[in-house]
């Protein structure tokens, strides 16, 4: 019985990696293989969905990926975010400190930004 | 049961693969663009390989390689907002309600509608536009604010008519001390809005514009479409976008974006101490800076003729000399200067370097007509404004 299973699952994996090889080189091959959707997302941790709503309110999170800021830089940035309308609970302040200065602390590695597409629209006139 | 979990396990395994697919591809092709072949890339129509520094609100970067052209086109153009930009604006501007308001501190105040601006005598000025905190990420400790590298910065025929014609047709009060620029951006939140002044010497200079045209073509919307205060020689932040209100004030404007914001220590400053307000000055023209173009940092050339090339600029002063050192400091060579100039535009320069094989750090040094020249270390501030240090790629020689 265990034995069918197994085999079973075996046919399932084989036939998966073909699938997956297969999606894979469809989308490598799609013209939106090298576009980044515009909005981009704060890392993984208990504060991320209100650090989400808090900030992403007013500015994107590469306004945030992008710093590199010791605890007391962050502290002073929160509590002017706050001032200018961003929502944070009393509570979750100091977590929110906390979330910050760890994962966008002096000590993380550069952040590597995204670029425009190059050459779709170089040289033409647009108002807009 | 334990099939169908598996197919799941395997399912989002798939997805991950699906994910990292793109940047694996594009390493082994290496596509002909510039910036690292796995760089992901953002769709916005009209700007052509700018470095993202944020998409909303939009501040986009000129990445260094595109510094070999005196005039840089606007699809290369950086793009600094401090705010959303302004979405009830109508593209038919000259038959929309858009006006732009002229008061204050001035016998007779009045309001323009496109059509009429764009009937009064025009001047233009190839100014080079540079936001205070370029260079800001090359702070030590790093400091808050958009973290630009070396390309914030670029070279524009600006175009419109002269503020002073403007300001002498309301004519100004003689409590008129200082002019003011609203834009039409959109604060979010209870942000302060970007309001800001000049002095009115500045503001009555015949080459300080109200500019309608940038190299030739109508001001797109990331430029400040209808119109735009040009400030030449100074900090960006002095030449307000989407302009709709000019007010001549008895004194300099209040507001974040005068104190604490956009000032600069009286005094230099130990990296990482605090400064307090009334130490500090409101930033106005910029410092004198080169930057190198070419060769790119971590770039491996074959031995032989190399060329060092770069923009120089200094604000309200003239570029007279720039040096290029292959020896990391310990000598210094004069480079050639381009012939395109004007007074408030930065010169193309470049160096014919015969290089051997080995590993170099190569600098630039620019010195302006008051004699300043690029320190060799950054004046760090609690702001991380006008980094100006010597430039520096480091490369290889084979």
């Known amino acids: 019985m265990w034995h069918e299973r197994k085999s079973e699952m075996k046919r399932w994996a084989d036939s998966l990696s073909v699938i997956t090889l297969a999606v894979i080189v469809v989308v490598a091959l799609s013209p939106w293989a090298f576009s980044q959707k515009p909005a981009a997302d704060l890392p993984a941790g208990p504060m991320q969905g209100k650090a989400t709503s808090s900030c992403l309110e007013c500015h994107e999170a590469r306004i945030i990926l992008q710093q590199r800021l010791s605890k007391a830089a962050w502290t002073k940035e929160v509590d002017k975010m706050v001032k200018w309308g961003a929502v944070v609970e009393a509570n979750d302040r100091d977590a929110l400190i906390d979330y910050l200065s760890v994962n966008f602390g002096t000590d993380q590695p550069a952040y590597e930004p995204p670029r425009t597409s190059a050459g779709k629209t170089s040289g033409k006139k647009q108002l807009q | ?398």
């Open chain 2, 1 to 398: 049961m334990r099939s169908r979990r598996n197919f799941l396990k395997q399912m989002s395994r798939a997805a991950l693969a699906v994910g990292a697919a793109p940047s694996l591809l594009a390493r082994a092709l290496a596509l002909p663009q510039s910036g690292s072949t796995d760089t992901p890339r953002i769709d916005m129509p009209g700007e052509d390989g700018l470095i993202v520094r944020s998409f909303r609100f939009v501040d986009l970067e000129t990445p260094v390689e595109y510094f070999n052209t005196w005039l840089t086109p606007v699809s290369h153009f950086f793009v600094r907002n401090h705010m959303h930009e302004p979405t009830e604006l109508s593209s038919d501007v000259a038959n929309s309600d858009w006006r732009l308001t002229v008061g204050g501190e001035v016998d007779k105040p009045f309001a323009l509608t496109f059509s009429e601006l764009s009937k009064l005598e025009t001047h233009s000025v190839v100014n080079t536009l540079e936001c205070a905190g370029n260079g800001r990420s090359l702070q030590r400790p790093q400091v808050p604010g958009v973290q630009w590298g070396k390309g914030a910065v670029g070279t524009a025929r600006f175009s419109g008519p002269r503020l002073r014609d403007i300001l002498l047709r309301a004519g100004i009060k003689p409590t008129g001390k200082d002019v003011m620029f609203r834009g039409l951006d959109e604060v979010p939140g209870k942000v302060p809005p970007f309001v800001r002044s000049i002095p009115i010497e500045k503001a009555l200079d015949s080459d300080t514009l109200v500019a309608t045209h940038m190299n030739g073509a109508p001001l797109t919307k990331h430029h400040g479409f209808p119109a735009r205060a040009l400030v030449p020689g100074w900090i960006g932040a002095a030449s307000c976008k989407w302009l709709t209100e000019i007010k001549v004030l008895d004194s300099e404007f209040v507001g974040n974006f005068m104190s604490p914001g956009y000032r600069f220590p009286n005094q230099p400053v130990k990296p990482g101490d605090a400064v307090k307000p009334e130490d500090t000055h409101p930033l106005t023209g910029l410092s004198v800076k080169s930057v190198i173009a070419g060769p790119l940092e971590g770039t491996s050339l074959k031995a032989g003729k190399v060329a060092v090339h770069g923009a120089a600029w200094a604000g309200e002063n003239n570029v007279v000399k720039v040096e290029v050192s292959t020896d990391g400091g310990a000598s210094w060579n004069p480079a050639g200067l381009g012939h395109d100039e004007a007074r408030y535009a930065w010169r193309l320069w470049t160096y014919e370097w015969k290089a051997k094989s080995g590993d170099y750090s190569i600098l630039s040094r620019a010195t302006d007509s008051e004699g300043r020249t690029q320190p060799a270390t950054p004046v760090w501030n609690p702001s991380g404004y006008l980094y100006n240090a010597v430039d520096q790629v480091k490369i290889h020689v084979a």
